[in-house]
């Protein structure tokens, strides 16, 4: 079983940057992709970017892109998701997500098989 853990988020103002980071622990941790989503309030949860854990292809929402840049560090299990520019709208909580199959959607949650309890984003003006 996998166990995803988020940490970085929290309160920032409009214009500035946040890094979040994902460490993944479990001994059967050998994903296809890593991705991040994010949840707003009464909104539901939507793609941000992802990964792939070997080739390093990166994908992004196209709200996001240019903005927010996500890595990985395969010695650390770990993924991160540097936001630059955040915006009022960028107010979410982020989850972490890794994806163990090859097939199937990066863009969506149902691609994913595990998912770690998430991390809020606030942003102010």
């Known amino acids: 079983q996998v166990q995803l853990v988020e940490s970085g988020g929290g309160l920032v103002q409009a214009g500035g940057s946040l890094r979040l980071s994902c460490a993944a622990s479990?001994?059967?941790?050998?994903?296809?992709?890593m991705g991040w989503f994010r949840q707003a309030p009464g909104k539901e949860r939507r793609f941000v970017s992802a990964?792939?854990?070997?080739?390093?292809?990166?994908y992004y929402a196209d709200s996001q892109s240019g903005r927010f840049t996500i890595s990985r560090d395969n010695a650390k299990n770990t993924v991160y998701l540097q936001m630059n520019s955040l915006q009022l709208e960028d107010t979410a909580v982020y989850y972490c997500?890794?994806?163990?199959?090859?097939?199937?959607?990066?863009?969506?949650?149902?691609?994913?098989?595990?998912w770690g309890q998430g991390t809020q984003v606030t942003v102010s003006s």
């Open positions: 997500a890794a994806k163990s199959r090859t097939w199937g959607t990066l863009l969506y949650d149902s691609g994913y098989d595990s």
């Open positions: 479990g001994r059967t941790f050998n994903p296809y992709a």
């Open positions: 990964i792939t854990w070997s080739g390093s292809n990166t």
